[in-house]
């Protein structure tokens, strides 16, 4: 799964997770699991909504977050 932040027009940004990148060919984003930023709920979805679809028109942005793996983690290193 992917996390992303996307950014609906007129509203506040979700947090949520994808099964895999949208292409140039994508009219729709399946975001699974979706939250504020801050981890609380969407006023606008009903508690119990695991999963939203969003037409691509109504985003402004989206934004990759970075993966947590340990193998992808990369400390600060002093010489």
């Given at each position: ?42 006023h606008f979805l009903v508690e119990d ?31």
């Amino acid at each position: 799964m992917i996390s992303m932040i996307v950014h609906i027009s007129n509203e506040e940004p979700i947090v949520g997770e994808v099964d895999a990148m949208p292409d140039a060919t994508t009219n729709l984003i399946i975001l699974k699991n979706p939250r504020r930023k801050d981890g609380q709920d969407i006023h606008f979805l009903v508690e119990d909504v695991t999963t939203v679809i969003i037409p691509l028109h109504r985003i402004t942005i989206i934004q990759l977050m970075p993966s947590a793996t340990s193998d992808d983690i990369i400390g600060f290193a002093r010489d």
